[in-house]
């Protein structure tokens, strides 16, 4: 853990019309993964606008890496089918920790990010300023299918005997 530079905190909130699955809906589940990290969400039943609001911890080595994110329906006789994708970069996120801001007003917009071409922004994303910490609340359009997106949210953690990013 020498090349730890910190953790970060994945909020998978919820997932916006998502691609239909099954007969008339989705069983619809995230599965994350970054350097060989895999977590996976849990599995929200007959919906394709699901609230998972489940918290997933990633250990960063390096900032260049993206965040990958695949949307599955969970199927119980055969494979589960997949409903999309979508990568996360944390650079914007890491270069409004590196600012070393401290004492703003709770709700300070930092910096936005905005969508483009090479990201799978849905709508523009605030690195925001909450309580002592910089959140960062995103929709991410999935690729790869015909519609949906997922609403996260990260948070940087900085466990004692880390590098760090600054």
Do not use: H
């Not at 069983?27 to 919906?47: C, E, F």
């Not at 483009?116 to 999935?142: A, H, K, P």
């Amino acid at each position: 853990m020498e090349n730890l530079l910190g953790l970060l905190r994945l909020r998978v909130r919820r997932g916006i019309n998502l691609a239909i699955r099954d007969t008339r809906s989705s069983d619809p589940y995230v599965v994350v993964t970054m350097a060989g990290q895999k977590l996976k969400t849990r599995v929200i039943n007959d919906t394709c606008n699901p609230e998972w609001n489940d918290e997933l911890t990633l250990s960063i080595t390096d900032i260049n890496v993206p965040i990958n994110l695949a949307v599955y329906d969970s199927d119980t006789f055969t494979t589960d089918d997949k409903m999309g994708e979508a990568e996360i970069d944390i650079r914007p996120y890491v270069e409004c920790l590196r600012m070393g801001l401290e004492n703003l007003p709770t709700g300070t917009v930092i910096t936005r990010v905005q969508p483009s071409r090479t990201n799978c922004l849905s709508d523009e994303s605030c690195c925001v300023w909450d309580n002592g910490r910089i959140l960062q609340d995103m929709f991410l359009r999935l690729r790869n299918v015909e519609c949906g997106e997922i609403e996260v949210q990260i948070e940087w953690i900085n466990p004692p005997g880390c590098k760090g990013v600054f």
